[in-house]
C-alpha cells in the first residue's frame, strides 16, 4: 500500500514558478514509478511527466519540456515537479501518482493516487 499527498499549488501569474511536492508513505514504495498528471476543467486527465525512484529517469510530457523538472528525493520519500515559465493553459488540478510498470503515459496504469492540488496561472 502506499499513500501520496500533494502540496504546493497555488495562484501564480503567468512566467512564474510553483514548486509542488508529493510526500510518498508505504514500505515499497521504491518499487514504484512515479508520475504527476493534470487535470483541466471539462478535459481528460493528462501525463505530465514520471521518475523512477531507482536511477531517477525522467520523461516528459511535450508541452513541458525545457519548463518543468520532475526529481525525486529517495531518503525524504518526496517527488518534486518544479514548474518554470508557467501558462494559463498549465492550469489544473496536478495529481500525484504511482504504478508498478517502467512509467506508463496512461493514467489507468497507475495504481495509488493522491488528492490533488490547483494550480491556477493567471495571464
Known amino acids: 500500500q502506499v499513500q501520496l499527498v500533494e502540496s504546493g499549488g497555488g495562484l501564480v501569474q503567468a512566467g512564474g514558478s510553483l514548486r509542488l511536492s508529493c510526500a510518498v508513505s508505504?514500505?515499497?514504495?521504491?518499487?514504484?514509478?512515479m508520475g504527476w498528471f493534470r487535470q483541466a476543467p471539462g478535459k481528460e486527465r493528462e501525463y505530465v511527466a514520471t521518475?523512477?525512484?531507482?536511477?531517477?529517469?525522467?520523461l516528459y510530457t511535450d508541452s513541458v519540456k525545457g519548463r518543468f523538472t520532475i526529481s525525486r528525493d529517495y531518503a525524504k520519500k518526496v517527488v518534486y515537479l518544479q514548474m518554470n515559465s508557467l501558462k494559463p493553459e498549465d492550469t489544473a488540478v496536478y495529481y500525484c501518482?504511482?504504478?508498478?510498470?517502467?512509467?506508463?503515459?496512461?493514467?489507468?496504469?497507475?495504481?495509488?493516487w493522491g488528492q490533488g492540488t490547483q494550480v491556477t496561472v493567471s495571464s
Open positions: 521518475v523512477t525512484w531507482i536511477g531517477g529517469s525522467t
Open positions: 501518482a504511482a504504478e508498478t510498470g517502467v512509467g506508463s503515459i496512461r493514467s489507468a496504469e497507475y495504481d495509488y
Open positions: 508505504g514500505r515499497t514504495f521504491g518499487s514504484y514509478v
